[in-house]
């Protein structure tokens, strides 16, 4: 790589890195889960004990962030920024190396894809993941095993479905290496892997024992319509959406062949296309398995970018690139909730979908909703904290999905005497009743915490906040 590379991947990275400054000031994330990594940072870092933010575990970014958990939210979001856009840089330099044209226009296309931009400036490990298992594509096409193999390591350290990608990169390499190198390559490669993941999982196996290998989900998985919003509209946004439509009906109904597509020196189309395909399959089975969060798609996201990469013309790549911005700030569907939603604009036309209200809004886009979420949840969050203190002493306040986020804005003004609890079983709640403790539950966690044990009960012990 030439000095004029080096300067075009240094200002495209930076370019990158300020489109995210200004979402980096709002709390760690619109997610319950990145509040509880700041909390379960704060007490590893201050009680030297490891304990996982959740089950499986994410113990590579739960002991960085350990390491830094003093300096707060804006310092968590901007380690992601740094992270996310060194992936994108990797995702860059890969195709460069596998001589893909408009591979800068390919990487624009994945760092405005609306799911990827919004998990770039928060706190949760989507977007850790992502970039390492980029920065391992990017040394197997340098023939780099055993950095390729540890940078894989490292995306399983933060997130442990990153594990899959172990299918489409061993494809890969008994595909791009000659006969002669490929065992090699591949051992280097393993040993290097499995050391990585005992080295990154040892304090969860530690303290969990074989028990850590499990998730545990205690809700019901939701119906169609919002499944498929989260798989589609939520990873790409509308614009994008329907572009990338249009593209693959163009690309049908002119009858392309992947043999035709030929935008590099070395023909190897057939095994990154089967790559591609690999790893789309993988973690699409996996979100259709569980589809709770549409960030759960973003494994899947290079991939996706890749194929369009290998089919589309110049201009076409950048109408497609063009579409994803407008997606993350424009013509947006979003949940229109007055605590978890998005505040709609004066333009917004909203309409319900399976019991849920949601605006179609042509002034926020994905990102811009995600920003209004933040701020929406703050303020739900501040006003339950003033509630709070006005509440009898021992008062138990079941918060479900606010919990994380409750402790961390509440601490130094909290009443000391308040126990906000996740979810609680009945035994517990009777427990809390006969020993005179006022018990309330927050907006909609009556429903959940029944929800949560499969029983009818909270009502009778816990009223509204």
């Not at 994330?29 to 700041?38: K, M, P, Q, T």
């Not at 994410?58 to 060194?86: D, R, W």
Request: aromatic residues 16%; proline residues 4%.
């Amino acid at each position: 790589m030439n000095k004029g590379e080096y300067r075009n991947l240094f200002f495209f990275s930076l370019a990158v890195i300020c489109s995210r400054i200004p979402f980096v000031f709002n709390g760690y994330g619109s997610e319950e889960d990145a509040w509880a990594l700041a909390l379960v940072a704060e007490r590893i870092g201050t009680t030297g004990i490891y304990e996982v933010s959740r089950l499986p575990g994410h113990p590579l970014q739960e002991l960085i962030y350990a390491a830094i958990y003093a300096y707060g939210a804006v310092f968590f979001n901007l380690l992601t920024v740094m992270i996310s856009t060194l992936g994108i840089l990797s995702f860059v330099a890969m195709l460069q190396q596998f001589e893909i044209k408009n591979a800068y226009w390919s990487g624009g296309a994945l760092a405005f894809t609306p799911i990827i931009y919004i998990n770039s400036t928060n706190a949760m490990d989507y977007t850790w993941a992502m970039a390492f298992i980029l920065m391992t594509g990017y040394f197997i096409s340098n023939k780099n095993a055993v950095l390729a193999g540890f940078l894989l390591a490292m995306a399983v350290g933060c997130r442990i479905t990153s594990g899959a990608m172990l299918i489409p990169f061993t494809f890969l390499i008994v595909n791009i290496l000659p006969s002669d190198q490929k065992t090699k390559f591949l051992t280097r490669f393993l040993i290097s892997l499995f050391a990585g993941i005992a080295i990154f999982y040892a304090p969860v196996f530690q303290k969990y024992g074989t028990g850590f290998f499990s998730y545990y989900e205690h809700f019901p998985i939701p119906g169609f319509a919002k499944n498929f919003y989260k798989g589609s509209l939520a990873v790409w946004g509308l614009p994008a959406l329907l572009t990338g439509c249009y593209f693959i009906v163009h690309l049908l109904v002119k009858k392309k062949k992947t043999e035709e597509v030929k935008f590099y020196e070395k023909d190897i189309s057939k095994t990154l296309l089967l790559f591609c395909c690999i790893t789309v399959l993988l973690y699409t089975i996996a979100f259709i398995q569980v589809p709770l969060k549409a960030a759960f798609m973003i494994p899947a996201v290079p991939a996706i970018v890749l194929l369009f990469t290998l089919f589309l013309q110049r201009r076409q790549l950048m109408v497609l690139t063009t579409s994803l911005f407008l997606s993350c700030f424009f013509f947006g569907v979003n949940l229109a909730d007055a605590h978890r939603g998005s505040k709609a604009s004066p333009l917004a036309f909203t309409f319900t979908v399976s019991g849920q209200n949601v605006a179609f809004d042509p002034l926020s886009g994905l990102v811009i909703a995600d920003r209004s979420k933040q701020i929406l949840r703050k303020e739900y969050v501040m006003s339950v904290l003033d509630k709070a203190e006005r509440l009898p002493s021992k008062s138990v306040i079941i918060s479900g999905w606010w919990y994380s986020e409750i402790l961390v804005r509440g601490k130094g003004r909290t009443n000391e005497n308040n126990i906000f609890r996740h979810y609680i079983d009945e035994e517990e709640l009777k427990w809390y009743q006969e020993n005179k403790y006022p018990i309330f539950f927050l907006e909609e966690q009556d429903t959940f915490n029944d929800l949560r044990f499969q029983k009818i009960f909270t009502r009778r012990y816990a009223t509204a906040l």
